[in-house]
């Protein structure tokens, strides 16, 4: 089977596969803010941590209920079986209140790093939403090109059939020899490779779109105006260690761990409890009823509990030690990105310029050149390399001008400024203050809050 056959059944196989696979059934357009759009409401990474976040709002709830009268319900029943009493049955119902007055002010040390705890998962849930956004960004970008670098190519395969059949007719009027001939067929068939891959990249790329903006690429516009980049390495570094939810997520994790250290000094002082108990007791054998109610107020203060207390102590003290460091980590790292970002978009700023002069240089060469060979002048092994030149520069500048596309959004994922608010995306946007709102109070099973948030849970769930 030849290369021709080969090639044919390849081209085709990828045709039926794109078909099948990704093409949409009905076309449509977008720009690059319905892509961000489709990412932000598609995101099953999203969904996952706003949950996340819900459990942390809860956190707080818990804390504060611990600050709040216990009311329990408790009865029994008995049957004695002994000689003297036989077949004597007690009942007992007991309504029990337990108050923690004071714990030395560990449970509100406990609610306190709590909400810091809840303040970090949502910048947490703000640098996911950027990733989210900026990893849509670059699956745009990528279809766009991989869709260039096909038309490119195709070109390439109709100029070099136009060469080779050129090539056929000098020879056969024997201005040139077999060997040119050959060069220009295996030019061709390394055309047809290259296209083929080409091809194959396009796939891989609207696979990736349709995997994070949640449909298949229909015609892609052009992106809009890219954003504008910082005056400065250092102005963009300020900014970013200002209100990057990275630096962010670190403060508040070390506040939670400041508040958590102060907790556990705190479990070794004293504590002071109410308890109330409501009891009625009735024998089968008196067959009378006893009520009784008592009040206690209770002092415990730890002595020696096998060296736990100081233990966890310990542990929240190399806790805090450990966010204090990672605080300073994601600073350094927070300025290396916003260097790297401008570096990158100034690095493909003066490769875009070069390549465009490169190209209108490379486009007279070969025009030149190939006027040079009709008179004899110039082989064919020199248009092609003339040719093979020309197309290196187009190939190149369509990808300089994706990079500078990834490098300009990704300038302002390291500020800390992609995300769909800032934006302006026209979607609905999670409010992560929502859920906590109706929370934070501890509304019980029964009140309106808490049927509030079955409702909220429960519409959550169907979605």
Do not use: C
């Amino acid at each position: 089977m030849g290369w021709k056959m080969l090639n044919r059944i390849f081209r085709v196989a990828i045709f039926l596969f794109s078909i099948a696979f990704l093409v949409s059934p009905k076309a449509h357009s977008d720009n690059l803010a319905d892509a961000l759009v489709g990412a932000y409401e598609n995101s099953g990474i999203l969904e996952q941590n706003r949950a996340l976040l819900r459990a942390a709002d809860e956190d707080v709830a818990t804390t504060l209920a611990a600050l709040r009268p216990i009311l329990e319900f408790g009865a029994s029943l008995s049957r004695s079986l002994n000689d003297p009493t036989p077949h004597v049955t007690s009942q007992n119902v007991n309504l029990i209140v337990t108050w923690l007055l004071w714990d030395n002010n560990r449970s509100n040390l406990s609610k306190q790093a709590a909400k810091e705890t809840v303040l970090a998962t949502r910048a947490t849930l703000l640098s996911l939403e950027q990733q989210v956004l900026f990893r849509a960004i670059i699956a745009y970008l990528d279809v766009i090109r991989s869709r260039e670098f096909v038309s490119l190519r195709e070109n390439n395969v109709r100029l070099l059939q136009e060469e080779l059949r050129a090539a056929q007719n000098r020879f056969e009027l024997g201005a040139i020899t077999r060997t040119d001939v050959a060069l220009a067929e295996a030019r061709l068939a390394q055309a047809r490779s290259n296209l083929a891959t080409a091809e194959g990249n396009s796939i891989n790329s609207r696979q990736e779109y349709l995997s994070v903006v949640g449909r298949a690429p229909g015609t892609l516009s052009a992106p809009p105006t890219l954003p504008t980049r910082p005056n400065s390495i250092d102005n963009g570094k300020a900014i970013a260690v200002r209100s990057h939810p990275d630096i962010l997520r670190a403060q508040h994790q070390l506040a939670a761990s400041e508040l958590r250290v102060r907790a556990a000094r705190a479990d070794l002082g004293p504590k002071f409890s109410l308890r109330g108990r409501l009891s009625t007791d009735h024998s089968s054998s008196r067959q009378a009823e006893r009520d009784s109610a008592s009040v206690f107020l209770n002092l415990a203060q730890p002595i020696y509990q096998g060296g736990a207390l100081s233990s966890r102590l310990r542990k929240a003290m190399v806790l805090r030690d450990s966010a204090r460091a990672n605080l300073l980590v994601v600073q350094k790292n927070l300025q290396q990105n916003v260097a790297t970002a401008m570096v990158r978009f100034d690095v493909a700023t003066a490769n875009i310029e070069a390549l465009e002069r490169q190209i209108r240089a490379a486009e007279v060469a070969f025009q030149g050149v190939r006027e040079e060979a009709t008179l004899g002048a110039r082989t064919t092994l020199d248009v092609l390399d003339a040719e093979q030149e020309l197309l290196n520069a187009r190939a190149n500048l369509i990808a300089a001008q994706s990079e500078l596309g990834v490098a300009a959004y990704q300038i302002v994922a390291s500020q800390g400024n992609l995300t769909a608010a800032n934006l302006g995306l026209s979607t609905q946007i999670y409010d992560p203050k929502a859920y906590y709102e109706i929370v934070k109070d501890a509304p019980g099973l029964f009140s309106e809050q808490g049927r509030q948030l079955d409702r909220i849970l429960q519409r959550l769930d169907q979605q």
